[in-house]
C-alpha cells in the first residue's frame, strides 16, 4: 500500500516547484498532509508546519518551506477551490497554515467526516481507516513522526513517512468513493 522513494518528488529547487504546481493543479483531488518540528517546552509555539506532501495515485510531492517560491505555490494551491485537498486531523494543519503561510485552506476533506456519516462515533484517524478500508496495517514510527521537519535535509525515513501519510489518505478515499475524475 506504501508508496516507494521512486514516486516522491521532493520540490528541491524552483523548478521542481514550477513542475510540483502544475502537476498537482491539473489534479481534482489530493491527499494531503503537513510535518512540523515538535516542541517539547512548555509555552514553546510551533513555527510549522515545515514540510506539506501532497498525494496523487501516483507520486507524492514533497514541500519544504525554505524552497523558494515553495511557500507561494503551497499557498496557491491550499487556496485553490478547484483542487480538494484530502487528508486526517486536519484542524491543526489549518490553524498552523493559517498563522505561517497568510492563507485560508479551501476545500479540505477530512475523512473523519465520511466515516462519521458511515456511523462510526468515534474518531476514525488514518491507522484506522487503512485497516477498514484497505484491510491492510499502517504503521508509523513514533521517532521519525517526532524527528526535526526543518531540516533542509530531509531523510529517507522522513521523506517516506511523510509522503505515506498523504498517499494512505489518497488510497482509503479512493477506496471509499472511487478514483478521482
Known amino acids: 500500500m506504501g508508496i516507494d522513494l521512486a514516486r ?3 520540490v528541491a529547487t524552483d523548478d521542481d516547484v514550477a513542475s510540483a504546481y502544475a502537476a ?3 489534479e ?3 491527499g494531503f498532509d503537513t510535518e512540523s518540528k515538535p516542541t517539547f517546552a512548555r509555552g514553546e509555539q510551533s513555527e510549522g508546519p515545515h514540510v506539506l506532501q501532497f498525494a496523487t495515485l ?3 510531492y514533497i514541500f519544504q518551506l525554505h524552497v523558494p517560491r515553495a511557500a507561494a505555490a503551497v499557498a496557491a494551491l491550499l487556496e485553490s477551490t478547484g ?4 487528508g486526517f486531523g486536519l484542524d491543526g494543519d489549518k490553524t498552523q497554515i493559517r498563522a505561517k503561510l497568510q492563507v485560508e485552506p479551501r476545500a479540505l476533506l477530512d475523512l473523519d467526516t465520511i466515516f462519521r456519516e458511515r456511523g462510526y462515533r468515534k474518531s476514525v484517524g488514518l491507522k484506522v481507516a487503512v485497516a477498514l ?3 491492510e496495517r499502517f504503521s508509523k514510527s513514533k521517532r521519525i513522526g517526532t524527528s526535526n521537519w526543518s531540516h533542509r535535509q530531509l531523510t ?3 521523506l517516506l513517512y511523510a509522503a505515506n501519510d498523504a498517499y494512505a489518505a489518497m488510497q482509503v478515499y479512493a477506496a471509499i ?3 478521482a475524475p
Open 8 to 10: 516522491i518528488r521532493v
Open 24 to 26: 498537482l493543479a491539473a
Open 28 to 30: 481534482s483531488h489530493v
Open 58 to 60: 501516483s507520486h507524492v
Open 83 to 86: 483542487l480538494t485537498k484530502i
Open 133 to 135: 478500508v484497505l484491510n
Open 156 to 158: 529517507e525515513s522522513q
Open 177 to 179: 468513493v472511487g478514483p
